[in-house]
């Protein structure tokens, strides 16, 4: 079982989303950087730093990782689009680029030898510039694709999507504000009426009514969060931690799917 560092905080939610679905796969598959680097074209180092936040993966290394993970790679691929326009958009620059750079074991990971095969398999030695109609068709398209897969665990096609929140309008932090909490068994799942997510990605620093929720329910399992304040911190991450220990899962401190389910039983 992995122990994964802590993602930095300066890492956009979209790019969270990236690392958290890559990690879980990691982990479902039974792999190690070593075994991961060994089964692709990308090394154990440029692993760690994708697998890590250091830098956004290219194209590439998410394919690989669903092919070595045995998934199919279009749920990954649509998350690191998001990410990668949300990198763009505050003034980044896509890591890996369009291109491969090969210095040494290759900036964006992929190693040497390989480069000129992944060129040609991506088809980029003879790349057109797109007309203006077709990006704004694929931003669009991949828009479509993220709002209907971001719910979805990477490693499994028939995960059933989440329902419609149940959230009592916008969620507004004033400092020192606290929520009730009334836990209580609606269509064979524990809720607290905050948010009926079991999909959603809580990582350090997030806010919303699906942090009440999380809170709530884990209070009600016997973990304090501390103050129900709707916002992960340190208190919420030891919390979830304990109860993803005592509960078999990954102890890494983020509510994803799993620990919603379990959360909710």
Known sequence: MSRWREL???LDQRAVQLVV???R???????S???LAAKT???KSSWERYLNGKKLPPKGAVEALAHACGTDPTRLLALREVAAEASTAVGGEEAGGEGVRTEGAGSDGLRAEDAGAEDVRQGRASRTPRPRTVVLATAALIAALAAGLLIARP?????PAARPSASPGAFVHEPGTVFDCRVHRAHGVLTADRS???QAILPNGTSGWGVVEAQCLLR?????PGAVDGIVGENTIRAVKRFQTKSGLPADGIVGPDTWEALRR
């Open 196 to 198: 009926d997510t079991t």
């Open 25 to 31: 796969l990691k982990d479902h598959s039974g792999l």
């Open 220 to 224: 009600h399992r016997g973990f304090d």
């Open 33 to 35: 950087l070593a075994a």
């Open 41 to 43: 074209a990308y090394s």
């Open 21 to 23: 679905h890559m990690r």
């Open 155 to 159: 490693w499994q096609d028939d995960a």
């Open 8 to 10: 930095p905080a300066s």
